[in-house]
Nanobody, 122 residues
Framework: EVQLVESGGGLVQPGGSLRLSCAAS????????MSWVRQRPGKGLQWVST????????SYADSVKDRFTVSRDNTKNTVYLQMNSLQPEDTAVYYC???????????????WGQGTQVTVSS
């Protein structure tokens, strides 16, 4: 059974940083692209970033480019999202998601974690 468990959310002041983690189990982690998706209050889901299965290729939404960094540790079956220069508009529930197809280099979402709340406020 695929399980994705996010952690690391919380309350942070504008300009601050947080590091989210997503621990994965139940599948061969290293061959799947992993993504971060967020849902801001009252809004739909918004793709944030994807790290592809090879671990060297990443992509980001324009709104977070140069502020957020996605990474993965295939030995720990974990994907991370380092978030810097956080702004109130980054307030959202952040989900990690697994691509449903191995070796697929497109940001697609087959399985989801439960999400972790990030609140940026002074």
């Amino acid at each position: 059974e695929v399980q994705l468990v996010e952690s690391g959310g919380g309350l942070v002041q504008p300009g601050g940083s947080l590091r989210l983690s997503c621990a994965a189990s139940g599948f061969t982690f290293g061959i799947y692209a992993m993504s971060w998706v967020r849902q801001r209050p009252g809004k739909g889901l918004q793709w944030v970033s994807t790290m592809y299965n090879g671990g060297s290729s990443t992509s980001y939404a324009d709104s977070v480019k140069d502020r957020f960094t996605v990474s993965r540790d295939n030995t720990k079956n974990t994907v991370y999202l380092q978030m810097n220069s956080l702004q109130p508009e980054d307030t959202a529930v952040y989900y990690c998601a697994k691509n449903p197809v191995p070796y697929d280099d497109r940001p697609r979402f087959g399985s989801w974690g439960q999400g972790t709340q990030v609140t940026v406020s002074s």
